[in-house]
């Protein structure tokens, strides 16, 4: 059979691949813990313990015996650097021998910069119940590489965007009690684009986009204890199912691959990610001061596949580790109008060697933050941070194959490397009662 006999099989192949390279673009690997300025300068650290519409992310029961209205809003900047390098990737065309991939060896800094905004407002029904919302980008970002990039065939421009809206309640049960329960409705919108091999290393790549979006659900159930000198809160926010449906566009393949240029509406794919369990406590040392601790804990093994709809009916394995956070910090209040606070984070990365690819290169991380407050009037506090985050070095290594299973299939070895990741994090809001 000849190649473009079967190009419908190619179109296929290549759909199985794009959607294959959006596996990383929704993992914890790239969820962005921006949602309070407040929570950033202790490193997130007692987030699930705290009260009002700063933490309602985190665990709905924060806004349970609030006696004013209240709202927060912050913006963060996230400022990512890093060198993704080839160490010997290589391809083996139809017929030919495993020869080098080609194209520039390094590709720096390929995670762009960007600002996530959040904001949360709650009001008292009564002096025990209260209702609010939160509206947060829990995955939001975009990578960049050149187009001759040694990654180009796993990467070329992802961008991913992510609303997540959160109407919430929450109850004052006793004096010492508070309970919390949200509805999670998320929107996903996502770009997906790499090159695609023709069948001489002479020619011109070929390119390929995906794009797709959709909405979905979840929720979030969380309880607070509370004494005159310490709080714990207790939450849980369940895996969402994600069911997006989009479109794909397969352009400048030539010679025998030439009748896989298709353009395709309707393609489907579906996939979980994780819940998390989120342990937090915080305790009054002094007057003064109040320790901060938080766990998170990710069944990121929920994610062990993306199931891909007609007409390709077939799942892609994924083989996600679950994983976890660890956090502690301070608030300090240096006057009654100021307090300034700190924190550390430890977060290990659900990848794993051999599985982990270029489109969104990850690594366990340490995040080192500071940040305060100031009390401008009665009803206005301002809130700034600055987080600086440590990528440890890691392997790129998953194998791949443009046009799968069929008489064109190309396999590529990537051997690539991270290293110098970091990034700083700056997180300016504002919070008001009314």
């Keep these: 059979m000849t190649f473009r006999t079967k ?23 790239f969820y962005l813990e921006a949602q309070s300025a407040r929570g950033a300068g202790r490193a997130f650290s007692g987030e699930g313990a705290d009260t009002g519409p700063s933490s309602l992310w985190w665990n709905p029961a924060a806004i349970a015996g609030i006696r004013d209205g209240s709202a927060a809003i912050s913006a963060t900047a996230i400022l990512p650097k890093g060198d993704v390098i080839d160490n010997g990737t290589v391809i083996r065309r139809p017929g030919q021998a495993f020869a080098p991939v080609g194209g520039n060896g390094t ?56 609303i997540d809206i959160q109407p919430s309640i929450g109850v004052a ?38 794009k797709g979006d959709g909405w979905d659900f979840g ?9 005159d000198f310490a709080t714990v809160g207790i939450s849980y926010k369940s895996s969402i199912r994600h069911n997006l449906k989009g479109s794909l566009d397969i352009s400048g393949l030539v010679g025998p691959l030439a009748g896989s240029n298709v353009s395709l509406d309707g393609a489907k794919a579906s996939f979980n990610t994780p819940g998390q369990v989120i342990v937090a406590g915080r305790v009054r040392a002094t007057n003064a001061l109040t320790l901060n601790a938080q766990v998170v804990a990710y069944n990121w093994s929920k994610f062990d596949t993306i199931d891909l709809g007609a007409p390709l009916n077939t799942a892609i394995p994924e083989n996600y580790r679950d994983s976890w956070s660890l956090a502690g910090g301070f608030d300090y209040d240096v006057t009654p109008k100021a307090t300034i606070r700190a924190g550390v984070q430890r977060t290990k990365t659900p990848t794993q060697n051999g599985l982990r690819d270029a489109r969104v290169p990850d690594a366990d991380r340490w995040t080192y933050a500071a940040g305060g407050s100031y009390q401008l009037t009665s009803h206005i506090a ?53």
Excluded: C, M
């Design 219 to 227: 929720w979030t159930a969380g309880v607070q204890l509370h004494n």
């Design 382 to 434: 301002l809130d700034a941070a600055a987080s600086y985050v440590d990528f440890s070095d890691t392997t790129i290594d998953r194998v791949t194959a443009a046009y799968a299973g069929t008489a064109a299939q190309t396999p590529i070895i990537t051997n690539g490397f991270l290293q110098n990741a970091h990034a700083v994090v700056l997180s300016l809001g504002g919070r008001v009662t009314f």
């Design 7 to 29: 190009a419908p099989l190619l179109a296929v192949s290549a759909l199985v691949s794009a959607f294959g390279f959006a596996r990383t673009a929704y993992a914890d690997a």
């Design 107 to 162: 590709s720096r800094d390929p995670i762009n910069n960007g600002v996530v905004p959040s904001g949360a407002v709650a009001y008292p029904l009564t002096d025990r119940i209260a209702i609010g919302v939160s509206v947060t980008s829990p995955f939001s970002f975009t990578t960049n590489y050149e187009k001759n990039s040694w990654a180009r065939y796993s990467a070329d421009k992802t961008r991913l965007r992510t």
């Design 173 to 210: 049960v006793t004096d010492w009690l508070r309970v919390g329960g949200a509805l999670n409705v998320e929107y996903t919108d996502a770009t997906l684009n790499n090159a695609l091999p023709n069948v001489s290393a002479a020619l011109p790549d070929g390119f390929q986009q995906l």
